[in-house]
């Protein structure tokens, strides 16, 4: 019979497949950071993963931001309900320093590159660590209004224009952590890119930092949510700010705002996933398959269709398109776009892990004086 | 003298016994469900993270040997352990390194001293690569330059042992040394002026509470049934709401481009460059958490209030009271049970909180409670976090004990 054949090769790939899916999970959730962000993730990786394997649920939680309180807690009642985890750079570095994140190996675990670089040379610098699956590049940077009467048609043109208060006057919102605020002030203060870490790490360095900030002290609202400044420079509460650059796309481009970006120095951070240690073999089976497809070349490309945060494989950068329902070019808004990367620096992992603690002490004891 | 017996023989006070042990025991088999709920959900999780703050069994788990040759190294006489403990050291790291705790141990001695993180995490790299055919020593010291540092030494040496009294110090402020306990340098004091600040401003929000609250519970017991209805419904309203949506509608109505400063603007009173600093800062904390925290303290005094018949202040008045001594006499002692129970609810409320004083607190109007947060969720350092709420708990008994001196808790009531 001819059918014979085409029944056979069904019925092995059924059961090959039926064998594949009850080896993996039937349902995983994915902890990211909700609104704009999370809608991102589901509309480049989650739909088409979930079309690609019917029967299969990905559950959404929105936990990022207590994501390591929250992993810890779990690994010590050993009831780890989370199957994948969206973390920042530094985050990904206590997870997997406490033992909490799993070892990746990136060669075995990922695919290569559509330009066929493998994986570890395609993620290149974003591979900071050992359990971290990097998504996006982002950056922390400066918003300003456009419409000051007091600046006398003046723009900022560089990061010092934030601690000029006689040409820029008005508040400024800052992030109420030391991280990227000293940075950013020593470099203002005539500290060359290349030592700043190295002043930095001397108690002199450190009080020259904090003079430099105490001389904006009283024109600085600080935030800790990374809404407050684009709400701020909406409300006219604030003239400039500090903030991550999707936030300020968000105002410019999509609700419209007076606000222009000012990405001199921006400081790149990296976001990605991490999978918890210790998951059942099932679940972990169901991740590193997810992983694998959503952190290909073209899903990573993709995700910059809804959100202006730029893919961390090199091979992805060319596929950047336009924006999904805005229509507009994205590749000039990414912060890795050369025009916008004159000068920048990355966020310093290392230096951050071992200083972090010290350093908020002293911001702190600072911004209670 | 003869013992009073029951009819079958028993002595009584055993029988006695026998049926209040019997009652006592059904006593406790009803409330025994809630007894262990809150023994499993409250009790064991608290006094396990309140364990935490003296826990520092994870350096000498991880380094056993270590620990114990460190035990005959005198810090003072400034020479670096022997190559003997560097090969105990040695074989403590591998083993670690293995089971991947070294980096572990890394992050909880970085609390104490900046560096150790990466020096722990890079050791594992280091320790492969030793030969044991060469002197330990030299390979340590030639891997990093810390392993030659006293510093380094002295901090394993204080922190050997399976308890201590680091995380209490740090949380007032204070630090181990070699030497003994010294105060952190000015630069670096945080928590005791954030614990003076969160107990000022509750009690600073407990009694504004109470001036605001009085004549408001007052009207609700004293008007007439329909208006007090309604004025209870207000009460109750931002009451449902959201703590997130009555701390936004506070930050609209309060900023610098807000709602006031426009009404003030508008009417002449203030001119547009001296708009007045609403929020950000002490006050913006002051008047959004008495905002919040009002109906803690409006519910017990209504209720107390109304169970007082407006009799004794007719009687007052008819015997020629004005209307300050009726009140003040008269009314007013009636009501100081609910004052006390209002005033604590309030207080110890306001004492705990941290999502308003973070969102409008500004840096002058945060609360330690936000270092407890940070510590629990940002820097991982639960021991810390843990030392922070055990003086924050054991600040709140005091005051506790002291205002059952001062008030008298028996007197405390909610209606």
Known sequence: MKLKPIFAAISIATFSSGLLAADMAKEMTIVSWGGAYSNSQIKAYHEPYMAANPGFKIINDESSNEAVAKLRAMAEAKNITWDLVDVEGPDSQRLCDEGLAMEIDFDKDLAPGTDGSTPTKDFGDSLINKCFIPQIVFSTTFGYRTDVPEWNGKKPEDLCAVFDTTTFPGKRSLEKRPKKNLEWALLCDGVEKEKLYEVLSTPEGVDKALAKLDTIKKDVIWWSAGAETPQRLADKEVVIGSTYNGRLFDVIEEKKQPVAMLWDYQIFDFDGWVVPANLPEDRKARVMDFLKVSTDTQRLADQAKYISYGPARASSQPLVGKHAVLGIEMAPHMPSNPANAKRFLVNNIEWWSNNEDEMNKKFEAWLAK | ?415
Not at chain 2, 210 to 224: E, K
Request: with cysteine.
């Open chain 2, 1 to 415: 003298m003869e013992q009073i017996q029951t009819l079958n023989g028993v002595p009584l006070k055993k029988q006695i016994a026998r049926a209040l042990f019997k009652q006592k025991m059904r006593a406790l088999l009803l409330i025994a469900p809630l007894l262990i709920f809150i023994l499993i959900t409250f009790v064991i999780p608290i006094t396990d993270m309140l364990l935490r703050s003296i826990d520092n069994s994870i350096v000498s788990e991880t380094l056993p040997q270590t620990t114990t040759s460190l035990e005959t190294w005198d810090p003072k006489s400034a020479q670096l352990p022997d190559e003997a403990t560097y090969t105990t050291l040695y074989n403590d790291l591998k083993q670690a390194v293995e089971q991947k705790n070294h980096t572990k141990l890394g992050t909880r001695l970085n609390y104490e001293n900046s560096g150790m993180s990466s020096l722990f995490r890079k050791v594992g790299k280091d320790v492969s690569k030793m030969q044991a055919s060469l002197s330990y020593k030299e390979q340590f010291l030639a891997a990093d330059k810390a392993w030659g540092d006293l510093k380094t030494w002295n901090l394993l040496k204080l922190y050997s042992p399976e308890y201590t009294n680091g995380y209490f110090l740090a949380a007032l402020d204070m630090k181990k040394t070699p030497d003994g306990i010294e105060r952190l340098p000015e630069s670096d004091r945080i928590y005791l002026n954030l614990f003076a600040r969160t107990i000022f401003m509750s009690i600073v929000i407990t009694a504004l509470c109470l001036l605001l609250g009085y004549p408001i519970a007052w009207l609700l017991a004293n008007l007439p049934m329909r208006t007090s209805n309604l004025l209870m419904i207000l009460v109750l309203l931002p009451f449902w709401t959201s703590l997130l949506v009555r701390t936004s509608a506070w930050k609209v109505l309060l900023q610098q481009q807000g709602v006031i400063n426009d009404i003030l603007v508008w009417l002449g009173m203030i001119s547009h460059a001296g708009r007045l600093e609403l929020i950000n800062n002490q006050l913006g904390t002051l008047i959004a958490m008495t905002h919040i925290l009002l109906p803690f303290m409006i519910l017990p005094l209504y209720s107390v209030m109304r169970t007082i018949p407006p009799s004794y202040m007719r009687a007052a008045k008819s015997l020629g009271a004005t209307d300050w001594t009726a009140f003040w006499r008269v009314y007013f002692p009636q009501t100081i049970a609910g004052i006390g129970a209002g005033a604590i609810l309030t207080f110890i409320l306001a004492i705990g909180y941290y999502i308003t004083p973070e969102l409008v607190g500004g840096t002058q109007g945060t609360f330690i409670s936000n270092r407890i947060a940070y510590h629990i969720s940002s820097s991982l350092n639960w021991g810390m976090a843990a030392a922070l709420g055990t003086i924050l708990l054991t600040l709140v008994l005091v005051l506790y004990w002291v205002y059952d001196r001062i008030v008298g808790i028996d007197k405390v009531k909610l209606g």
